[in-house]
Nanobody, 126 residues
Framework: QVELVESGGGSVQAGGSLRLSCVVS????????MAWFRQAPGKLREGVAA???????VYQDSVKGRFTISKHNAKNILYLQMNSLKPDDTAMYYC????????????????????RGRGTQVTVSS
């Protein structure tokens, strides 16, 4: 059974940093496309960053230069390092795995990710 468990969320002031982790069990996630999504109250869920099995990364424009997605293949963990956080980054963050071993040129839509975590809350105060 596949399970994704996020951690690392919390409350920080603007300009602060957090590192989110997503432990994946039940499959060798390194082969697949993995991503972070977020959803703020009253807003649509949006893709934040994605990484494919070749290590190619893509980011939403609003987080470029501030967030870094990475993975530890041996430990089956996905990370999201978030620096220079802004109040607009406040949201529930979800990790997800798309069972595709292809390359990416953009962040696939949420509907393409069949394996998903339950989320971790990030709150950034001004």
């Amino acid at each position: 059974q596949v399970e994704l468990v996020e951690s690392g969320g919390g409350s920080v002031q603007a300009g602060g940093s957090l590192r989110l982790s997503c432990v994946v069990s039940g499959l060798a996630a390194r082969r697949y496309v993995m991503a972070w999504f977020r959803q703020a109250p009253g807003k649509l869920r949006e893709g934040v960053a994605a990484i494919d099995g070749y290590g190619t990364t893509v980011y939403q424009d609003s987080v470029k230069g501030r967030f870094t997605i990475s993975k530890h293949n041996a430990k089956n963990i996905l990370y999201l390092q978030m620096n220079s956080l802004k109040p607009d980054d406040t949201a529930m963050y979800y990790c997800a795995v798309q069972l595709s071993a292809g390359t990416i040129s953009g962040i696939p839509g949420w509907e393409f990710f069949t394996e998903r975590g339950r989320g971790t809350q990030v709150t950034v105060s001004s």
